[in-house]
């Protein structure tokens, strides 16, 4: 009896012993080793913020708030920190996260200073958000590194400076935001020769200055937003015949072209208010059953405003302070 006692004791101790370093690895489960150094430093250096309370050490990081695991791998693949009372930089270790796919951090007014170079390291993303922050400094070039990027967006921030003409090597980008910053320069004439998918493109409250470039009637963008920038000169290559164009909003900038030269226009939404354009509307507007939206109003345009097709879906709001524009819904030519 007191030997078998003694032997159960002698036995259990083995095992405990035996199974003690292999349960503390059972505490972070799922969790890689090394995302979860890299984690946990991630919440050091963002100064352990209430948002990422659920991140607690000896637990496994695949349960944590904020990020999710691949089921298969169980490495890190996305980190979404979104909303929350969280201030300084993006933590450079981000950088070592080699599995993210997807990366934001969004509407997180204290978040400031640059994007990390460290993020060039993640070789598989394909969404980085980094947006309604207050980040400052250049749009850096090296984003162009990652080359697997499909979507891309850096808008809502304090960026300044010039707009990377590297970013035209993306090949799989189908969304560019970099509207709502303070960039300055042209717009590179690289984007007129994007390579592979063309991605909509947002470039709208900035203060970009120049012409859009020529090279922008190669490129049917299905999305562009030019709206709210210093912009002068001509926009009509932009009114591709045949294009497969969307959305085209060129509001609020010094764009002076006669807009009577645009032979073809295909357009659910046109919106270029506040220019200088001048010239008359094309009667082939009456042509683009798809148009939705129309706004030329604050513009240098004269004569009779073509009647027909959809035509009707527009009121004089529209149309308001040009030079000589006229007939309904205006007021009858003279
Ligand atoms: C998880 O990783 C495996 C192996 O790399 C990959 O085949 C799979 O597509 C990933 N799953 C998701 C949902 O990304
Ligand atoms: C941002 O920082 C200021 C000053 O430290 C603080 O008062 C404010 O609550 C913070 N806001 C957020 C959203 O973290
Ligand atoms: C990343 O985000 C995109 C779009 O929101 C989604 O389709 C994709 O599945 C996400 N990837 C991961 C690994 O969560
Ligand atoms: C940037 O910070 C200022 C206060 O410093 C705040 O008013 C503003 O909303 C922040 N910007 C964003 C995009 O959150
Ligand atoms: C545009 O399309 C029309 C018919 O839809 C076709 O006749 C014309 O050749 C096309 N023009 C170009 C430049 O592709
Ligand atoms: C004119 O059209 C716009 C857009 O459809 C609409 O918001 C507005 O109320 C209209 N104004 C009048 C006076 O009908
Ligand atoms: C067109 O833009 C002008 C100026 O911003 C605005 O007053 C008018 O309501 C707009 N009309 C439509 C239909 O958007």
């Given amino acids: ?15 405990v012993s035996s199974l003690l370093p292999h349960s503390l690895n059972a505490a972070t ?15 050091q250096a963002l100064g352990n913020p209430y948002h990422l309370a659920s991140w607690v050490p000896n637990t496994d990081c695949c349960d944590w708030y904020a990020l999710q695991c691949n089921d298969t ?4 693949v996305e980190l979404t920190i979104f909303s929350g009372q969280i201030s300084g930089q993006i933590p450079s270790e981000v950088g070592d996260l080699p599995y993210l796919d997807n990366l934001t951090f969004r509407k997180l007014s204290n978040i400031t200073g640059p994007i ?4 060039t390291k993640l070789k598989r993303l394909r969404f980085l958000r980094l947006s309604w922050l207050n980040l400052t400094g250049p749009v850096p070039d090296f984003i162009s590194e990652l080359s697997n990027l499909i979507f891309l967006e850096l808008n809502f921030n304090k960026f300044t400076g010039p707009i990377p003409s590297s970013f035209s090597s993306f090949t799989k980008l189908g969304a560019l935001r970099l509207d709502r910053n303070q960039l300055s320069g042209s717009i590179p004439e690289s984007f007129g020769h994007f390579k592979g998918s063309v991605p909509d493109l947002y470039l709208s409250d900035n203060q970009l200055t120049g012409q859009i470039p020529n090279s922008f009637a190669n490129m049917a963008f299905s999305t562009i937003d030019l709206s709210r920038n210093k912009l002068t000169g001509d926009a009509s290559m932009l009114f591709i015949p045949n294009g497969s164009s969307v959305i085209i909003a060129i509001s609020r900038n010094m764009l002076a072209f006669d807009f009577s030269k645009v032979k073809k226009l295909s357009m659910q939404y046109l919106d ?14 009456v042509d683009d059953a798809n148009l939705q939206f129309f706004n030329a109003s604050y513009n240098r345009l004269c004569g009779v ?3 027909g097709g ?15 524009l006229c007939g309904p819904p205006l007021a009858a030519c003279k």
């Fill in 73 to 76: 791998t169980n490495r890190v």
């Fill in 1 to 15: 009896m007191e030997r078998t006692h003694l032997t159960i004791i002698l036995l259990s101790a083995f095992l």
């Fill in 29 to 43: 489960g799922r969790c890689n080793p090394s995302d979860y150094e890299v984690l946990l430093k991630i919440k």
């Fill in 305 to 307: 405003i073509p009647t």
């Fill in 116 to 119: 990390p170079q460290s993020i």
């Fill in 310 to 324: 959809n035509m009707n879906r527009f009121n004089y709001s529209s149309y308001i302070h040009n030079k000589c």
């Fill in 272 to 285: 270029m208010n506040h220019n200088m354009i001048y010239g008359s509307i094309p009667k082939a507007i």
